[in-house]
């Protein structure tokens, strides 16, 4: 780091001097005259008093000699009663305040104004390495910051509020001269003319949950920000009953509860975008759809279908191979003809409708988004419906900065996909049908890939059915499928064994799996493969649900 021309004396040796004098001193006029001329230098770089630079001098001296100071060993340092301590009790206050010591981290739900004796104090590491190196210290409440550092500041001083370091009033007094000296931030420009302080400074704490990855508690953040619990419970109702403006703005949501009254609050898209800009859809990727599945880390596996099947799932395939695909949306384009392509797989339960979805995306090298359509049913009505916008948006995005356009999937998505409900019905109806309204809407716009699975073709609304240009059946495997399914799951198998197996059990090809796991464990726990009436009775064990053998239609 330069060495500016403002600090011209060296700082450590100036401490050190200012230290050794103080050992032992007993805070004697003597030896404050004898050091005064240092002490106003020392006050003037540190921007405090001269009584709150002796306070430091020690402190620092100290802590190279132990991580961290109590006031017990300033009290022995210094050689004073602790009467006598309490005489600059209002200077480590300041000092705290000011950011030029801290409280430990470990021991800040301990201290209490009235009880420093419990504190074990520090010196931060930004003061410290300004010192060593000789260069003006700039405090943080006039340093230029970027978002990042904006709300990393603001939650510093949550954390001093909670603390009791400092009150409410002054912990919104600290955020605005923030925001003050960093107007160069245009977000934090906007949401002064749209929110107040109070919004602001909460606003700004879940931006930094964000950001680092955190979910913030209902409860437990307004707990740190406001001493006054008439205040923090008006707040939570404000908050919980969603008369705050913020959801106005669709800056945040309301999460459902964990705990007894303790809800979530999480960053819509809109603030997302406007506080993190160009680094926006890495945040919502990263932190929002924890489900995105990246090509790599699909597991490529072998699949067996009928002559037909086959075709239409390789005729998707390649459809789908990049370079066709690129080709294919530049045609439909040029013809004005919508350019996505939207899937519908359907059929029986176990059938592999959606592990053809993975192998597809494993084939043409694409990420797949992975909607959990339970997650978009959100106990709060009208948030579904934010929620189902938000997965879109949120495609889009990913969409533009991905190199292969990605698979949204719509998995089991008999929920969303079925017969929309008559007018008049329940709030729960009406949602659905809102919820439907708006994935019909977003489909006839669409410019990505989306798939969809179901296993109840029949009950699909017909405004759906238009909307897919692929629809593929998938039914349970043939003989020769199967025969080839078991042979591959169980490579030692006899030829002759697996087309019994097929010819007897009308099997999907999960059921298949769920024999083959069987197989597996009895493998490992006895230390040999079982013989061929073992498996066959897997296969009935299998089928003793579902009519002696025979195939059965339900739900996966």
């Given at each position: ?382 948030e579904s419906e934010k929620r189902v916008k ?113 010819n007897d059990f009308s099997l999907s090809g ?47």
């Amino acid at each position: 780091m330069e060495v500016l021309n403002e600090v011209n004396f060296n700082v450590v040796m100036k401490i050190t001097l200012i230290a050794k004098k103080l050992e032992n001193s007993q805070l004697s006029d003597e030896v404050i005259e004898e050091i005064k001329l240092h002490l106003e230098d020392l006050s003037n770089y540190l921007d405090v008093t001269i009584n709150q630079a002796v306070i430091f001098s020690v402190i620092f001296a100290l802590q190279v000699k132990m991580y961290s100071v109590d006031l017990r060993d300033i009290i022995n340092f210094l050689d004073i009663d602790y009467i006598d301590s309490l005489n600059f009790k209002n200077d480590i206050d300041k000092l705290i305040e000011l950011s030029t010591i801290e409280v430990e981290r470990e021991n800040k739900s301990k201290f209490k104004r009235t009880n420093m004796g419990q504190a074990d104090f520090v010196i931060p590491s930004n003061i410290s390495d300004s010192i060593y190196a000789n260069t003006p210290i700039i405090n943080k409440v006039n340093e230029l910051l970027d978002i990042y550092g904006f709300a990393k500041a603001v939650s510093d001083y949550i954390e001093q509020r909670k603390t009791e370091q400092i009150d409410t009033d002054k912990l919104f007094e600290l955020v605005e001269q923030l925001e003050i000296n960093n107007e160069h931030i245009n977000p934090v420009v906007k949401v002064r003319t749209l929110l107040n302080i109070e919004d602001r400074t909460l606003l700004y704490e879940i931006l930094d949950d964000h950001i680092t990855g955190f979910t913030s508690s209902l409860e437990k953040t307004l707990r740190e920000i406001y001493l006054n619990n008439r205040t923090r419970l008006m707040k939570i109702r404000d908050l919980v009953e969603k008369t705050n403006l913020m959801y106005e703005l669709d800056y945040i949501t309301l999460g459902e509860s964990r705990f007894a009254n303790d809800f979530s609050l999480n960053l819509n898209s809109n603030a997302i975008e406007l506080f993190l800009q160009e680094d926006a859809v890495l945040f919502m990727r990263n932190k929002k759809f924890k489900n995105v599945l990246l090509n790599e880390n699909i597991v490529y596996k072998e699949l067996f279908f009928d002559s037909n099947l086959e075709k239409e799932v390789g005729f998707l395939t390649n459809s789908l191979m990049n370079e066709n695909f690129t080709s294919l949306q530049d045609r439909l384009t040029n013809m004005s003809l919508s350019k996505g392509v939207a899937c519908i797989f359907y059929g029986c339960p176990g059938t592999g409708k959606t592990e053809t979805v993975y192998q597809v995306a494993k084939r043409t090298g694409r990420d797949i988004l992975l909607v959990d359509i339970s997650q978009s049913k959100s106990m709060w009505f009208g948030e579904s419906e934010k929620r189902v916008k938000e997965i879109f948006e949120m495609y889009k995005k990913i969409c533009s900065t991905s190199k292969i356009t990605p698979i949204l999937l719509f998995n089991e998505a008999d929920a969303i996909l079925g017969k929309r409900q008559e007018i008049g019905k329940s709030n729960t109806q009406q949602t659905e049908n809102a919820i439907q309204n708006i994935i019909l809407e977003e489909m006839e716009r669409f410019e990505g890939i989306m798939m969809a699975t179901t296993n109840l073709a029949g009950n699909l609304d017909t405004a759906f059915e238009r909307r897919f240009l692929f629809k593929i059946k998938f039914e349970n495997p043939t003989v020769e499928a199967k025969t080839k399914i078991w042979q591959s799951k169980l490579s030692w198998l006899n030829i002759d064994f697996a087309q019994k197996l097929s010819n007897d059990f009308s099997l999907s090809g999960g059921e298949i799996d769920n024999i083959v796991r069987k197989v597996t464990m009895k493998e490992v726990l006895t230390g040999e493969r079982p013989e061929q009436d073992d498996i066959y009775g897997f296969c009935q064990n299998e089928k003793a649900l579902s009519n002696n053998g025979k195939a059965r239609v339900g739900y996966v």
